[in-house]
């Protein structure tokens, strides 16, 4: 069973605003990949963290941000929120030790009016 | 840069009937992962199996198997003797062998069982 947390569920922002979403990794991962998942698409890698420090990203502007925190948990910040910035974010956690699989959590449904 | 393509947007099938979903991709890595994973209406991705591309057998979990063709780059989910459970989004998904499961994911299958 997954170990993945993200908060909050759902949020509502207006265009122009900034807004952190949250995830805690599964105990023993040490990376977190964040996702944006448009409506009715697959999901698009954003970027990824280990040991604090980001470790590729994806074809998204700077406006997009990231922390990871000595526990392995992590932040997603968006500056600027922009109407196409309504999606679903998922985190998923993994670890560089060994052969194992990503979990994700279950989302944060943002949505940008 | 790696592409992963669904073309199927969406199926269904009758309970206990078998499916198969198809996946196409195109990668210059020689060494990789391919993933179908199913995302149902709880949002929560769930990893139904992986394939290793080193391995020329075709992976198994219970109900749930492939068909890997690595020359044709190509890489379908399987589903015997379906169940309502089965309904949901099925994505298929790629990453690098030393890629630190960063996903390329495709678009996506609606799959739904009739009861």
């Known amino acids: 069973e997954t170990g993945v947390t993200q908060s909050p569920t759902h949020l509502i922002k207006t265009r122009g605003q900034q807004v952190t979403l949250r995830c805690s990794s599964q105990?023993?991962?040490?990376?977190v990949s964040w996702y944006q998942q448009a409506l009715g698409q697959g999901p698009q890698f954003i970027f990824q963290?280990?040991?604090?420090?980001?470790?590729g990203r994806g074809n998204f502007p700077p406006r997009f941000s990231g922390l990871q925190f000595p526990n392995y948990s992590s932040e997603l910040n968006v500056n600027a929120l922009e109407l196409d910035d309504s999606a679903l974010y998922l985190c998923?956690?993994?670890?560089?030790?060994?052969?194992?699989?990503?979990?994700f959590g279950q989302g944060t449904r943002l949505t940008v009016v | 840069a790696q592409t992963v393509t669904q073309s199927q947007p969406e199926m269904s099938v009758q309970e206990a009937e078998t499916v198969t979903l198809s996946c196409t991709y195109d990668t210059s890595e020689n060494n990789y992962y391919l993933f179908w994973y199913k995302q149902p209406p709880s949002r929560q991705m769930i990893l139904v199996i992986r394939q290793e591309a080193y391995k020329q057998q075709n992976a198994t979990e219970n109900r749930f198997s492939v068909n890997f063709q690595k020359a044709a780059k190509s890489f379908s989910l399987k589903i015997s003797d379906s169940q309502l459970g089965d309904t949901a989004m099925y994505f298929c998904?790629?990453?690098?062998?030393?890629?630190?499961?960063?996903?390329?994911f495709g678009t996506g299958t609606r799959l739904t069982i009739i009861p």
């Open positions: 105990s023993g991962h040490n990376t």
């Open positions: 998923a956690s993994s670890s560089t030790s060994g052969d194992t699989e990503a979990f």
């Open positions: 963290y280990y040991r604090e420090e980001e470790n």
């Open positions: 998904a790629f990453t690098p062998i030393f890629g630190n499961e960063k996903l390329t």
